[in-house]
Every structure is written in C-alpha cells, then in structure tokens.
T-cell receptor, first 113, second 110 residues
C-alpha cells in the first residue's frame, strides 16, 4: 500500500512569489492535514480537510490556504512568500474522521530567498 | 493557546539502558495522547497512543499517562542505536488536529 505522497520534495522560491504543494493521501484515507515544521517552532498545525471541507485551521495568516479534491488529494498554497515561510511542510492522512493517528508524507522542503 | 511542553534537552543513553522522556500539556479536556518518532531527515511516525490513565506497553516502549497532573511520558527499555531519533509528544484536539511538543532528541551510544 503506497504511503502519503508529497510533491515537490524540494523547492526554492524568492520573496513575494507563491507556491503550491501537493499531497496524495493513503488510498482510502479521507482526512488530510498539513503541518509546518521549523527548527524554532517545531511542528505547527496549518489546516485539516475531510470530504473536501476544511474542518479546522491553525493560527497562520491568510496567505496560507488549502483545498481538498473529491479524490481526497489536497493542495496547499502560500502566497506572497516571506523568508520566514522557509520550512518543511508535512502532509498527513488519516483513515478515520477523528482519531489523531496520522500518517505523514516525507514533506516538501521550501526555501525562500 | 494549547501548549505541549517537552523541556528536556538531548538525552544520551548507553545501549541497553532505559530512556525516559516527559511531556506536559496545558488543556485539561484533552483525551488522546501520542508519541511520534522522527529520524533525522525523515517524517514523523506514530509509535504509541494512550487514552487512559496508567501505563500502556508495546514491545520495548511504555507510555504513561496522568491526566490529573497533565503529564505523559515514554519509556524506551533496552535502548538500541536504532532508537536514536527525535521523539515528539502530541496531544489531540479533535478533527485530526494535533498539538506537538518541540521534541526530545535521543542518542543511544553503542
């Protein structure tokens, strides 16, 4: 069974640009959540989607947005990139509506110059 | 603000010893708690979940929960070099949302 797949794995952008990251959950998993990981702040929750609906959003500015498609695949977008957005962005999927047992992808490492 | 604290610095343990990791959380209503392991350059993976007060054992890992003290711990018995990783404590807040501590790095010395 394939795991959570994230693309691209690495990317470099400049300030002011925007970026779109993609996540394909494990087959059958309908919940997809996104986390930002930095050395200083650790893992921080961005948002979670279930059946194409955003159920929860973390404490991030509106520049961070996401969506989920009918096949459960998800994308997140960051507009007007700032240097502080440099981080590892992790997608996680869960088979159930409400367990907290997450399966993480390998992440997309974003560097903003 | 839902906070999860892991205050200990890097932990070095000799091979075969017990590694003990601690975590406290701020929200009393939390009901589900997890430990994730993250190897350097890899993504976190779930190793333990605990929902009730007391101990839960799985192989060489034991999770301990004390809701009154808002305290979760993880014991790794007979530590192996392959246990060298960062261990993340996580508290569940519904809708598959987790709050993570910043992690404790464990180094097992052969």
């Amino acid at each position: 069974k394939a795991g959570v797949t994230q693309t691209p794995r690495y990317l470099i952008k400049t300030r002011g640009q925007q970026v779109t990251l993609s996540c394909s959950p494990i087959s059958g998993h309908r919940s997809v959540s996104w986390y930002q990981q930095t050395p200083g702040q650790g893992l921080q929750f961005l948002f979670e989607y279930f059946s194409e609906t955003q159920r929860n959003k973390g404490n991030f500015p509106g520049r961070f947005s996401g969506r989920q498609f009918s096949n459960s695949r998800s994308e997140m977008n960051v507009s007007t990139l700032e240097l502080g957005d440099s981080a590892l962005y992790l997608c996680a999927s869960s088979i159930d509506l409400n367990t907290g047992e997450l399966f993480f992808g390998e992440g997309s490492r974003l560097t903003v110059l | 603000q839902k906070e999860v604290e892991q205050n200990s610095g890097p932990l070095s343990v000799p091979e075969g010893a017990i590694a003990s990791l601690n975590c406290t959380y701020s929200d009393r209503v939390s009901q589900s708690f997890f430990w994730y392991r993250q190897y350097s350059g890899k993504s976190p993976e779930l190793i333990m979940s605990i929902y009730s007060n007391g101990d839960k054992e799985d192989g060489r890992f034991t999770a301990q929960l004390n809701k009154a003290s808002q305290y979760v711990s993880l014991l790794i018995r007979d530590s192996q070099p392959s246990d060298s990783a960062t261990y993340l404590c996580a508290v569940y807040y519904g809708n598959n949302r987790l709050a993570f501590g910043k992690g404790n790095q464990v180094v097992v010395i052969p």
